[in-house]
């Protein structure tokens, strides 16, 4: 017997994505703004409805299906397609209603609070849904239509998309306070020795520009999971590394530990831009919000 497309909601649909996205019940709740009950539910009865188990919950964890993986694959093209609908009827207003943001983990902690604060006061009307990720998750998902705009740094192999600049954002020498690298009167990149630098693991951004600055220098030995466990390395001692300057100013609790100072090359550092699909239609209204987060840029970065 047919079914009826009455029986299916788009709303549904974003909560399949969200518990997708972030394998957790709980905190796809919060980010669709319902009870997590609510979701729960109604998940369950859209997978009644189509026949087929969506995730695997364990208490422990939540896992997607092998139908799952298909049907989630036709999911993201209609939720897209629903997005680009309604961003059609938005031509010519300001940017208003569910904005999906992305920014790359080395950069969202840091930034991210204040772009919430930014627009609860300049555009109240837009309601943010927030990822962190790499960017090369970030690029996936924005082609696909799963986030409208990312902040993260802009390559030239990233055809099909569009940008605006918003920060220059400079990298700091961050050394263990007892390291002769601290004593230096001035750091230069040519300076810097071999042995000791440390870096994130492959498939991080940052990883890349440091070893692009540090040219010649050869692959560290060891490597960290993110940012926080990168600085308690540093701060143990185990080497040095270059850190973004929005991250460096939010870690006032291990100052006794680690040394940070800026380095005398004012092209050290990584330019954060504003990035989406060329195709959608509201790209006068992303370069308004490029050009608002520009003009309220956060300290520690020069606007070029």
């Known amino acids: 017997m047919s079914k009826s497309l009455a029986g299916l909601s788009l709303r549904d649909l974003e909560y ?142 990233m055809p099909g998309l569009s940008h605006q600049a918003i920060f220059f954002e400079p990298f700091m020498l961050a050394t263990p306070r007892w390291h002769p690298l601290a004593s230096l009167p001035q750091i230069r990149l040519n300076t810097l020795p071999h042995e000791g630098l440390l870096l994130l693991e492959e498939g991080h951004c940052l990883r890349d520009q440091a070893l692009d600055l540090c040219d010649g220098a050869p692959r560290a030995t060891r490597h960290a999971t993110s940012l926080e466990t990168l600085w308690h390395m540093i701060a143990a001692g185990e080497g040095y590394s270059l850190l973004p300057a929005l991250a460096v100013r939010e870690r006032p609790d291990i100052s006794t530990l680690v040394d940070c100072r800026m380095l005398d090359q004012p092209n050290a550092g990584r330019q954060i831009s504003l990035i989406w699909r060329a195709s959608d239609p509201r790209e006068t209204q992303f370069r308004r919000f490029a050009a608002l987060l520009a003009a309220h840029a956060p300290d520690g970065v020069r606007v070029e």
């Open 16 to 157: 399949v994505e969200a518990v997708s996205e972030l394998k957790h019940f709980g905190r796809a709740a919060e980010r669709c703004g319902v009870s997590q009950p609510a979701l729960s539910e109604q998940v369950r009865k859209l997978e009644a409805y189509l026949g087929m188990p969506i995730f695997e919950r364990t208490k422990r964890h939540v896992a997607i299906t092998a139908q799952g993986e298909v049907l989630l694959g036709h999911i993201d093209r209609i939720l897209a397609e629903a997005r680009h609908l309604l961003a059609l009827g938005l031509q010519g207003t300001d940017l208003s209603g569910v904005l999906q943001l992305g920014a790359i983990e080395t950069l969202g902690p840091y930034y991210l609070p204040a772009v919430l604060a930014l627009l609860r006061g300049k555009l109240p009307d837009v309601s943010l849904r927030l990822t962190e990720n790499r960017t090369s998750a970030l690029i996936e998902r924005l082609r696909h239509g799963a986030l409208d705009v990312i902040l993260a740094v802009m390559t030239p192999d």
